[in-house]
């Protein structure tokens, strides 16, 4: 399973034409977000939205608040379980400069044996679980 890092969702919802393209050749099934994800993406345009002042700001803000949400609708969301926090306890211990959401994300994709799709350099760029 590939997980998608917020990075990425973000160029994906903001049709970047790469990140579509490697998208599309993806299994769909294969394809997974994590719930820390959606907190950022709604997090996000919540914070858009209060900053927005005009109404086309309002309009696209909503409007792609309305695409996110859809989009996290259609694909399967990794959830923070115990296992994760278990793997978010260690992580946190190695990589202390690394940001709490990241190492939740991190966490949550070893807790499933899965891989994440990102295009930041991290300590964890495309971690698999410690089994491999």
Known sequence: MRVVDT???????????????????C??????????????????????????KTDEQFVKSYSFLREAVQFAAAVQILDFTNEAVHR???????????????????AIVLANDATLANSQRTGFPKHRSSQD
């Not at 990075?7 to 970047?16: A, H, T, Y």
């Open 27 to 52: 299994n769909p099934d294969e394809l997974a977000i994590t719930i820390v994800n959606v907190e950022e993406m709604l997090n996000g345009w919540h914070a858009r939205i209060r900053r927005a």
């Open 88 to 106: 978010f306890n260690e992580l946190k211990q190695v990589h202390r400069r690394t940001g709490t959401k990241d190492l939740r994300i991190a």
């Open 7 to 25: 990075n990425i969702l973000s160029l994906l919802l903001r049709g970047d034409p790469r990140i579509v393209s490697r998208m599309a050749s």
